[in-house]
């Protein structure tokens, strides 16, 4: 079993920039899909980004051109980059991960994203 745990989240003003991690127990080279989701007060959970094994990655249209997605196979960690932040961008973010491409998703315990000035 792989255990996530996410970090970075903070209270941070419009217009400023968060680096989200989500650090694996073990090596993340061969993990089929990773991604963030966030689940806002009142709200349902929903997509952020997501990158495959392969590198390619998808955004919802909200963060596209905010947002970067990336990995660190040698430190086993996945990243989100957040610029240019909203109000709406608050949240608390989750990490998941799909060990194989028919395995159930495992997730994060996440970390709150507040942008209020």
């Known amino acids: 079993q792989v255990q996530l745990v996410e970090s970075g989240g903070a209270l941070v003003q419009p217009g400023g920039s968060l680096r989200l991690s989500c650090a694996a127990s073990?090596?993340?080279?061969?993990?089929?899909?990773m991604g963030w989701y966030r689940q806002a007060p009142g709200k349902q959970r929903e997509l952020v980004a997501t990158?495959?094994?392969?590198?390619?990655?998808d955004y919802a249209d909200s963060v596209k051109g905010r947002f970067t997605i990336s990995r660190s196979n040698a430190k086993n960690t996945m990243y989100l980059q957040m610029n240019s932040l909203k109000p709406e961008d608050t949240a608390v973010y989750y990490c998941?991960?799909?060990?194989?491409?028919?395995?159930?998703?495992?997730w994060g315990q996440g970390t709150q994203v507040t942008v209020s000035s």
């Open positions: 998941k991960a799909h060990l194989y491409s028919t395995s159930p998703p495992l």
């Open positions: 073990r090596t993340i080279s061969n993990i089929y899909n």
């Open positions: 990158i495959r094994i392969t590198g390619s990655t």
